[in-house]
């Protein structure tokens, strides 16, 4: 008992003093937003005919596939008896949320995004099973589901399908990661998650720590190939990932504006919050150096004329400060949510433990996991313009 009462300041309901939400819960909405940021910069390119992003339109159709197969994960990890969530899809329950998030996946993982990846890699896939032999020669045919029709009709029509389920698509990721900040937002008791702007932040973050993301991994993947990296390209995507970081600070701040002008009666616990236990994570991770300077670095670009190696390492400063500033945001709601007392007399701490079933070892390890499955997808679908063989 001396243990759970270590850190609690005033008066907590006994089922307070410990959190029910942990990390795994934070890294959850934290792996949908980069999938769904992931498909909408996809999205750029065939839907939106934006052809300066086009070296990054398969490689962030793989990013956002090997995320989504690993963001489950943390949920499963979290719940007492896992083999449980299958129930979800035997007695579905439409007025819940959290139910419905499986059939929203499963929709979104085969009717979507493989469906996609599948059409748009189908001649290659059969190219490759040409050139194949033993294994990966059945495996590729496998892929192919046998079929080697690669005429230009039959590729004609996998482009319209492709475009077609790429514009499905779109609104598909929205409400992938746009049910997160649904569920948060709906819960009127907690007067830090209770805004009807939480959804619409939730889906701006998404953007940013994908679009973030897909742009790292396009340079390391430039880097360790050792071609040039297309700067067109490169600065399109960092100009797109600055417009859409501006609406999510702005919204943001929107929010702190309505909190300020409202001042409920929760208003002067939020606020003592944020200047103690959340301070750190809140106003110095989140805001100053996860929002502030990574605007700022993109903003100088956009203003300034610098050469392309400058260019470069403010784009790399720029997407890992974006992607700890949205990490941080999610820790901020997540965490920062359960700290205090709904009687608003009280408040508690978070320890995070290490080699628990919901520490920090697995959490990194469920972070490293989507970059493996992210390598096995490169190498088994290249996501790079291949030369066509002589007929």
């Not at 339109?57 to 990013?63: D, E, N, P, S, V």
């Not at 819940?96 to 979104?108: D, I, K, N, T």
């Not at 100088?300 to 941080?328: D, H, N, P, S, W």
Request: aromatic share 12%; charged share 15%; glycine share 6%.
């Amino acid at each position: 008992m001396e243990t759970l009462l270590h850190g609690v300041e005033g008066f907590m309901y006994p089922n307070e003093i410990e959190l029910q939400w942990s990390i795994l819960i934070v890294l959850y909405p934290f792996l949908t937003g980069l999938v769904a940021g992931a498909f909408i910069l996809a999205s750029l390119e065939r839907v939106f005919n934006v052809a300066e992003v086009k070296p990054t339109y398969r490689l962030a159709l793989l990013t956002a596939l090997a995320f989504l197969l690993v963001a489950p994960l943390p949920l499963q990890l979290h719940l007492g008896h896992p083999e449980r969530a299958f129930e979800m899809f035997l007695t579905p329950h439409t007025t819940s949320a959290m139910a419905m998030f499986g059939f929203v996946y499963l929709w979104y993982l085969m009717a979507v995004l493989v469906l996609e990846i599948w059409l748009d890699y189908r001649k290659d896939i059969v190219l490759m099973a040409r050139q194949s032999t033993g294994r990966m020669r059945q495996l590729y045919r496998a892929m192919a589901l046998w079929s080697d029709n690669i005429s230009e009709r039959s590729l004609e029509i996998d482009d319209k399908v492709g475009r077609f389920i790429t514009i499905v698509g779109i609104p598909s990721a929205f409400l992938l990661h746009g049910y997160v900040g649904f569920i948060f937002g709906s819960v009127k008791a907690n007067p830090w998650w209770s805004t009807p702007l939480m959804p619409v932040v939730f889906l701006f973050s998404a953007m940013v720590s994908g679009i973030a993301l897909v742009m790292l991994v396009y340079m390391a993947a430039s880097r360790k190939r050792g071609t040039p990296i297309d700067m067109r390209c490169l600065d399109t995507i960092a100009r797109y990932l600055l417009y859409a970081f501006i609406i999510d600070f702005s919204l943001e701040m929107l929010d702190l504006i309505h909190r300020i002008y409202e001042s409920g009666e929760s208003f002067k616990s939020l606020d003592f919050m944020v200047h103690t236990r959340l301070y750190v994570p809140h106003i110095l991770v989140q805001i100053i150096f996860g929002t502030l300077l990574p605007i700022l670095l993109l903003g100088l670009v956009q203003l300034v004329r610098l050469r392309e190696g400058v260019r470069k390492g403010l784009y790399v400063a720029a997407g890992l400060l974006t992607l700890m500033g949205i990490f941080a945001m999610r820790w901020n709601v997540v965490i920062g949510g359960q700290l205090f007392s709904k009687s608003f007399l009280g408040y508690t701490t978070y320890k995070l433990e290490f080699a628990t079933r919901e520490g920090l070892l697995p959490s990194i390890i469920i972070l490293i996991l989507p970059f493996l499955i992210l390598w096995v997808l490169v190498k088994l679908l290249p996501p790079w313009e291949r030369e066509e063989p002589a007929a």
